[in-house]
């Protein structure tokens, strides 16, 4: 069993719709959760970070880490075709750097 | 753009052979990860280095090998390479040893091996 599931879709929306991608994990040693972004042939960039359970909004991006029941999720509102990559969640412990990543979810937003 | 250079940014070789992937961090990053990603395995962490030393170590076949010199780029050297090792690797640097989560990454390095 992988440390981090993450379904990879693909996942395909009309453009304003609601996206929520999840991802759940097995180590309860996690304390820091992040979504990365990964656009076609570029390196994963950081979209939100969460430490430990709550909710964080940035935009039209929502984060939220709920630490009892190992789920985190993502939500997009109004999605726009610039919204189409893929979204990585991504979880470390608390004494370390690396990152644990999920599978990635495939998002396409059609206008 | 991150601040990471990775280079070459494709390389395509046959079995047997051996690669060296060259990464330079963001200015003033001391810590270096390396990650492999393929289709079915996703990102998996590989390697990390700081100011020069590991700290700390994933998955990483015995065939592969990392250092990070004193000007803190890294090196990723991949070796007896199989059809199975073709994917796209990925460096990413951060300040610190144990940090807030932001990796910066670069933009890959594609190898296909024939």
């Known amino acids: 069993q992988k440390e981090v599931e993450q379904d990879p879709g693909p996942l395909s929306v009309p453009e304003g719709a609601i996206v929520s991608l999840n991802c759940t994990y097995s180590n309860s040693a996690f304390q820091y959760f992040m979504w990365y972004r990964q656009y076609s042939r570029k390196g994963p960039e950081l979209l939100m970070y969460?430490?430990?359970?709550g909710n964080k909004e940035d935009g039209r991006f929502t984060a939220q880490v709920d630490k009892s029941s190992k789920y985190i999720s993502l939500f997009i509102r109004d999605s726009q075709p610039s919204d189409s990559a893929t979204y990585l969640c991504?979880?470390?412990?608390?004494?370390?750097?690396?990152?644990?990543f999920g599978q990635g979810t495939t998002l396409q937003v059609k206008p | 753009d991150s601040g990471v250079t990775q280079t070459p940014k494709h390389l395509i070789t046959a079995t047997g052979q051996r690669v060296t992937l060259r990464c330079s961090p963001r200015?003033?990053?001391?810590?270096v990860y390396w990650y492999q990603q393929s289709l079915d395995q996703g990102l998996q962490f590989l390697i990390q280095?700081?100011?020069?030393?590991?700290?700390a170590k994933g998955n990483i076949l015995e065939r592969f090998s990392a250092q990070q010199f004193p000007d803190l780029h890294s090196e990723l050297n991949l070796s007896s390479l199989e059809l199975g090792d073709s994917a796209l690797y990925f460096c990413?640097?951060?300040?610190?040893?144990?940090?807030?989560?932001?990796?910066?990454f670069g933009e890959g390095s594609r190898l296909t091996v024939l």
């Open positions: 990413a640097s951060s300040a610190g040893v144990s940090n807030t989560g932001e990796l910066f």
């Open positions: 200015s003033g990053d001391l810590s």
């Open positions: 991504a979880m470390r412990r608390s004494n370390t750097g690396k990152l644990i």
């Open positions: 280095y700081y100011n020069g030393e590991e700290r």
């Open positions: 969460t430490y430990s359970s």
